[in-house]
């Protein structure tokens, strides 16, 4: 009976996670919500430092990273025109397949209960024993 219990509760962990990840949203779309927040209280400092090497050196390398990124840019821009177009909604048959296991899961977990009271059947045989005759 203690293993039932286990298994009940494994199902109940399962639906569980299954639950939340459906009605949670996506770890990006919590982050860009996270840096509004933080941006709206934080408090803005401005400070003005004269030109010296290590400014303008700041400055040619942030010139540089924009024109490596408009770069790369392009160059996704080109490899996506290439790619062929993938079928697009991965999380509704993520979620089909979760669901179909899930069903499979409670299905044997109902036949073991029911095969346990005797209900299937022959009763369950205890311990291990192979029967060669």
């Not at 003005?48 to 821009?77: G, H, I, M, R």
């Amino acid at each position: 009976m203690r293993v039932t219990y286990f298994n009940a509760g494994l199902i109940v962990t399962a639906a569980a996670f299954m639950g939340f990840a459906f009605m949670s949203d996506s770890p990006a779309a919590l982050w860009g919500s996270t840096q509004n927040l933080m941006a709206a209280a934080g408090a803005s400092l401005d400070a003005s430092v004269p030109p010296n090497p290590y400014n303008s050196l700041a400055a040619q390398l942030e010139a540089k990273q924009a024109q490596l990124n408009a770069e790369q840019a392009s160059f996704d821009a080109q490899a996506q025109q290439a790619a062929p177009s993938a079928p697009g909604n991965w999380g509704f048959w993520s979620l089909c397949v979760s669901v179909a296991l899930f069903v499979l899961v409670a299905l044997n977990f109902y036949f073991d209960i029911r095969r346990s009271r005797g209900a299937g059947g022959a009763p369950p045989e205890r311990g291990f024993s192979i029967r060669l005759r």
